[in-house]
């Protein structure tokens, strides 16, 4: 067993539709960026694999995958207690992500029509990718008889701006570890399939597919730009958004234990495997990778998980304001330390292995 928070009582806008989660440093964020920078950039120096890529989302393998069948259309009442308040949370944890790509998506589909006609059809092909997941998803919560209010989510939340190199950076890693998420979840489900309690797991398999051709998509577009992957200010930013993007992977999975044990997954191996295999596959796109065999590497990750629990709890006890201020210092400077110390750990070139890299 793993400590893991309690997942909380859904609470509600209205009958039947959930109020979505409080805004924190692990909720997934809605983005937005400079447009113009990205319509005005120079892709001709990967133009043959970014067009190739097009040609796969143009096709839409996908297009009939994502299909209701009987298998739904029962009552899901039997999911009870904590296995269906954590299946609710990571529905809508899901969920968000997906809405919060289609977002981003779209407004860069519309926003590069005219000066970047390319990049904008690859835009609004996985903008329809993941309005497709982000909707499936929601009907999946409806069977829990609850749903997100998308149009309620759109206009309420916070959206964070990020430069389109960050926004580069941040999407192709969070399309790549959504695809060893959803693969490891798939092949877990194929050997022990009694733990397979509802049929979105079924989905799995095509459903990463999606994800890894947006993936796809973003290391083509990465390595047109040389300032992204060949200076040495590129490499100190591959180092930052690699070990924040691990370091929130393994908080959330750790502080969502409860869902992964439900499904007979050992959060611990899971949350190593995925980073381990993302990070394999960043050495594709970016000049260096983080080098995860480092004896520390993974004790000091699951030490800011610790904290980031310890915050959790400090944040749900019934103490003064000022004291929880004061409490929280410790966890949060314990936090810093370990990414500190994560991130001077020395790093793995990949530029120097190109060819060779699979």
């Known amino acids: 067993m793993v400590d893991s928070v309690a997942t909380p009582e859904p609470q509600l806008l209205k009958p039947g539709v959930k109020a979505p989660v409080a805004e924190t440093l692990l909720t997934p964020r809605f983005y937005t960026t400079d447009f113009d920078a990205v319509a005005k950039l120079d892709i001709s120096a990967n133009e043959a694999e970014i067009r190739a890529i097009v040609d796969e989302l143009r096709a839409d393998y996908n297009r009939h995958h994502f299909v209701r069948d009987d298998e739904f259309k029962q009552s899901w009442d039997h ?43 690859a835009f609004e092909y996985m903008a329809r990718d993941e309005a497709r997941h ?75 597919q999606d994800e890894n051709r ?36 393994t908080m959330t999975v750790f502080e969502r234990a409860s869902f992964y044990e439900a499904i007979g997954i050992h959060p611990r191996k899971y949350n190593n495997r995925v980073i381990q295999e993302t990070n394999n596959t960043s050495a594709r796109a970016f000049p260096l990778i983080l080098n995860t065999n480092h004896p520390e590497f993974f004790w000091r990750l699951e030490q800011c998980s610790e904290n980031n629990l310890k915050i959790a709890a400090i944040n749900k006890s019934n103490q003064p304001s000022l004291v929880k201020f004061f409490q929280r210092i410790p966890p949060i400077i314990a936090i810093a330390w370990n990414m500190l110390q994560l991130y001077l750990i020395k790093p793995i070139d990949t530029e120097t292995t190109r060819g060779t890299v699979l």
């Open 134 to 208: 982000a909707g499936f998803l929601n009907k999946s919560m409806a069977d829990l008889k609850l749903s997100l209010d998308l149009n309620f989510l759109t206009k309420s939340r916070t959206y964070t701006f990020f430069p389109p190199e960050w926004i580069i950076y941040t999407v192709y890693l969070s399309e790549k570890i959504g695809y060893w998420r959803y693969i490891l979840v798939n092949q877990h489900m194929q050997e022990y399939p009694e733990y397979q309690f509802y049929p979105l797991f079924r989905k799995f398999e095509s459903w990463c």
């Open 214 to 249: 947006h993936g796809d998509f973003f290391k083509a577009l990465l390595r047109s730009q040389t300032k992204l992957w060949k200076s040495w200010q590129a490499k100190l930013w591959v180092r930052f958004f690699l070990l924040t993007v691990f370091a929130t992977h």
């Open 79 to 121: 999911i009870t207690g904590e296995k269906r308040r954590a299946f609710i949370d990571f529905l809508e944890r899901s969920c968000t992500s997906e809405f919060s790509g289609f977002l981003l998506f779209k407004e860069l589909s519309r926003r590069l029509k005219k000066n970047n006609p390319l990049l904008s059809e």
